[in-house]
């Protein structure tokens, strides 16, 4: 079976305009001050809410976290202020995500405030996505997912548990993504000189008890890809494995009585897909599913393309 199963190889603005360079301005809450002469600016805190609102109207305001306890002294830092004192200047580690984050809230959730509202009532994705903790693979990046797009889940070389494993963070998402009707495509994406198929590969049993337990649920796709690509190079038999893997986890989606009973109904498809970040590829492949047959593999692929 392992032969069918293989696969080819192969994401305030007033305020700034008005002022000078050596200008700064005494916000309307305590301890609320905007330098912007050395283009720092110290945290505003307010008195009641802890928001600064000024500048953002009524509409963006209802968007703004509701954070009213007074015992609590909540800093904050609006859109407007992030644009005062110039984004990335000579900044690092959190403040750069701070500055993403007003970015991203200013160009996307702002002047899409409508979709926004309605994701706030509930969300209705239309993918449920597996992908590596790998910070080189970011589904929602390569793949242009949007807020609540896709249901997902990042685990260490994209694997996903059979049934009988029992709760883990992933078996918990399978669950929970089958309860969304929206979804119609589950998505399992393996990539290009992963860390955890090359430990997997390596079996040399050195690492930590968590990663060694969390890949035996990639055995079987060690074991196949020694036996039919032994004689190739181990970083191509990793290549071999990382596609390996992901059938292996297509399959294991089947176990889970909530997949499988979709998938024979023909409301949910699982696919497979293979990101290689050296050359900016992306496989993509179907499993066909045929649990009526009768004599032969019930399991086969479809579909497969490369897109490049
Ligand atoms: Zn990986």
């Known amino acids: 079976m392992a032969a069918l199963l293989r696969a080819p190889l192969s994401s305030g603005v007033q305020l700034a305009s008005k002022l000078s360079e050596n200008e700064s301005i005494d916000m309307p809450f305590a301890k609320s001050t905007i330098s912007i002469n050395d283009?720092?600016?110290?945290?505003?805190?307010?008195?009641?809410?802890?928001?600064?609102?000024r500048g953002l109207n009524q509409s963006n305001r209802r968007h703004l976290a509701k954070a009213s306890n007074d015992s609590m002294d909540i800093e904050s830092t609006t859109v407007a202020e992030n644009k005062v004192v110039g984004r990335n200047q000579g900044i690092g580690g959190v403040e750069v995500l701070k500055n993403r984050f007003l970015e991203f809230k200013e160009s996307n959730y702002l002047s899409n405030s409508k979709h926004y509202e309605k994701l706030a009532e509930a969300q209705e994705p239309k993918?449920?996505?597996?992908?590596?903790?790998?910070?080189?693979?970011?589904?929602?990046?390569?793949?242009?997912?949007?807020?609540?797009?896709?249901?997902?889940?990042?685990?260490?070389?994209?694997?996903?548990?059979?049934?009988?494993?029992g709760p883990s963070e992933t078996t918990s998402a399978v669950e929970f993504a089958s309860t969304f009707s929206s979804i119609r495509d589950i998505v399992v994406i393996g990539h290009s000189k992963c860390g955890g198929i090359n430990a997997l590969m390596r079996n040399s049993g050195d690492n930590g008890k968590c990663i060694e337990g969390w890949l035996s649920v990639a055995k079987s796709a060690r074991i196949t890809t020694e036996a039919a690509y032994g004689y190739l190079s181990f970083e191509k038999q990793c290549q071999h494995c990382e596609m390996e893997s992901v059938n292996s986890s297509l399959l294991n989606l089947l176990t889970y009585p909530c997949i499988e009973k979709k998938v024979t109904e023909g409301v949910l498809n699982l696919h497979g897909g293979y990101y290689n970040f050296v050359d900016c590829s992306f496989?993509?492949?179907?499993l066909d599913y045929r649990p009526e047959l009768e004599g032969g593999s019930k399991y086969g692929f479809k579909n497969h393309s490369v897109w490049r």
Not at 133 to 150: A, F, M
Not at 283 to 286: A, C, G, K, L, S
């Open 283 to 286: 496989e993509y492949w179907t």
């Open 127 to 165: 993918y449920f996505v597996i992908a590596c903790c790998d910070s080189r693979v970011c589904p929602t990046k390569i793949l242009g997912l949007q807020p609540g797009e896709s249901f997902t889940v990042r685990n260490i070389a994209n694997l996903v548990p059979p049934y009988e494993h």
């Open 39 to 53: 283009r720092r600016m110290k945290q505003c805190k307010s008195l009641s809410t802890g928001l600064i609102v």
